[in-house]
């Protein structure tokens, strides 16, 4: 049988191995307790354990290590009978179990192991916060609207099909739903954000935030809180604000890397409508009621699936009716061609035309107009979100500040 040298790689795997166990055991042996009553599982028998199950694996495979799995829960079943700890968690047990595997597993991918070995003992160390996060900072209804979330993100998404169907081929379902949880997302952020800040400042950060991602999407999830909290009108109306503050920015953003003199073209009108966009929130945040400031955060539902299966519903038969167009009267030159991706994302539609700059001949001063336009068309999408999903009372104080600030933008370009 070959020998193995101190510098041989099979070292420091039993190496790896041998500190998984006293990384957990280091943990498990500090909240153990002291006197009768201890768990009985310390540092050296995680240390050993980790190390029994690195040397079964080397030495007969997954058979000897089912085998020595085998003893070590045998003898975790009777030290379990015989202890007289009072607690009946079964935590420690667990990860005695856990700690054979990642000694084996050392053995085949090191930093692998290594990151689980860490991963177990935060889940170990974390005990306190997290159980008091589950029983007393998060509500029952959250705990169902995170259930919710996991489902459409988890299981119903994967499954759609990512290709074009219905009318036109206009109707992506993989897409489509994409907006469904981006609206559930932004909701569950807002909802997190005023339990942290408060409603009067919650929401506005959310807004901003998810407006990156997609403004039309924050708009929605925005008009529904509205509707089912009240309260939150002010904020909400705050944080649809400032996402079109972000749809300006990130347009900035994209054009510095497509074409430069776009960008210069094109940063007036830019300026002008995140200058308005800012100034129209911050009265709403500014001009919040006092009370909405405090600890008055709601703890009812994070977000509601109902707008935003209503949100899609909306977006997908203004798919439809865009390609209907575009089929009937056809790409009626750069800036019909904008006008109808502009509905579904603006800045896809801006780096389309950006791009025909250097490449088709097309002067930074000429794709002005068709940003715009792309531009205008997603306003007038996010206008038709905040009426469909929204309350009256919030779609009457958002739509001006879309107008406002798409109308800064246009009224830049006209002037220069």
């Keep these: 049988m070959a020998t193995m040298t101190l510098l041989d790689p099979q070292w420091s795997r039993f190496g790896v191995a041998l500190g998984i166990g006293l990384l957990i055991g280091l943990e498990r042996e500090r909240s153990k307790g002291e006197g009768p009553a201890r768990r009985p599982a310390g540092i050296r028998t995680f240390a050993?354990?980790?190390?029994?199950?690195?040397?079964?694996?080397?030495?007969?495979?997954?058979?000897?290590?089912?085998?020595?799995?085998?003893?070590?829960?045998?003898?975790?079943?009777?030290?379990?009978?015989?202890?007289?700890?009072?607690?009946?968690?079964?935590?420690?047990?667990?990860?005695?179990?856990?700690?054979?595997?990642?000694?084996?597993l050392a053995m085949a991918d090191p930093l692998l192991a290594a990151g689980l070995g860490v991963a177990v003992t935060v889940v170990f160390a974390a005990k306190v916060p997290l159980h008091g996060f589950v029983k007393?900072?998060?509500s029952d209804v959250e705990l169902k609207d995170g259930l919710v979330f996991a489902i459409t993100t988890l299981v119903i998404w994967p499954q759609l099909p990512d290709r074009p169907?219905?009318?036109?081929?206009?109707?992506?379902?993989?897409?489509?739903?994409?907006?469904?949880?981006?609206?559930?997302?932004?909701?569950?952020?807002?909802?997190?954000?005023?339990?942290?800040?408060?409603?009067r400042y919650g929401l506005p950060?959310?807004?901003?935030?998810?407006?990156?991602?997609?403004?039309?999407?924050?708009?929605?999830?925005?008009?529904?809180?509205?509707a089912q909290h009240p309260a939150s009108l002010r904020s909400a109306v705050a944080g649809g604000a400032?996402?079109?503050?972000?749809?300006?920015?990130?347009?900035?953003?994209?054009?510095?890397?497509?074409?430069?003199?776009?960008?210069?073209?094109l940063a007036p009108m830019l300026a002008a409508g995140a200058l308005v966009a800012t100034v129209y929130a911050l009265?709403?945040?500014?001009?919040?009621?006092?009370?909405?400031?405090?600890e008055g955060a709601e703890r009812g539902r994070a977000f509601s699936l109902k707008a935003a299966l209503g949100l899609a519903a909306v977006l997908a038969v203004m798919l439809v009716l865009g390609a209907a167009l575009k089929d009937r009267f056809g790409s009626a030159g750069v800036a019909a061609g904008a006008i109808v991706a502009g509905i579904v994302d603006t800045h896809a539609a801006a780096v389309s035309v950006a791009s025909l700059v250097p490449s088709a001949g097309l002067t930074p001063r000429d794709a002005v107009m068709p940003i715009l336009a792309a531009m205008t068309s997603n306003a007038c999408a996010k206008i038709v979100m905040a009426c469909g999903v929204g309350s009256r009372g919030y779609a009457l104080r958002i739509v001006p500040g879309i107008v406002l600030s798409i109308a800064a933008a246009w009224f830049i370009a006209i002037l220069i």
Excluded: C, K
């Design 48 to 104: 050993l354990a980790s190390l029994f199950g690195a040397v079964a694996f080397e030495l007969g495979g997954v058979v000897l290590l089912a085998v020595a799995m085998a003893g070590v829960a045998a003898l975790t079943l009777l030290s379990r009978a015989s202890s007289r700890e009072t607690d009946p968690g079964l935590t420690t047990e667990i990860g005695l179990l856990a700690a054979p595997l990642l000694g084996a």
């Design 136 to 138: 007393g900072a998060l």
């Design 165 to 199: 169907i219905g009318p036109y081929g206009a109707i992506n379902l993989y897409r489509l739903w994409l907006v469904v949880v981006l609206v559930l997302s932004i909701g569950a952020a807002g909802h997190a954000a005023i339990r942290i800040f408060g409603r």
């Design 205 to 226: 950060a959310a807004g901003l935030a998810a407006g990156f991602v997609s403004s039309t999407a924050a708009i929605g999830s925005m008009g529904a809180r509205a």
């Design 242 to 265: 400032l996402s079109s503050v972000a749809t300006f920015v990130q347009m900035a953003v994209l054009l510095s890397t497509i074409s430069g003199p776009t960008l210069l073209a």
């Design 283 to 294: 009265a709403f945040v500014l001009g919040g009621e006092a009370s909405a400031d405090g």
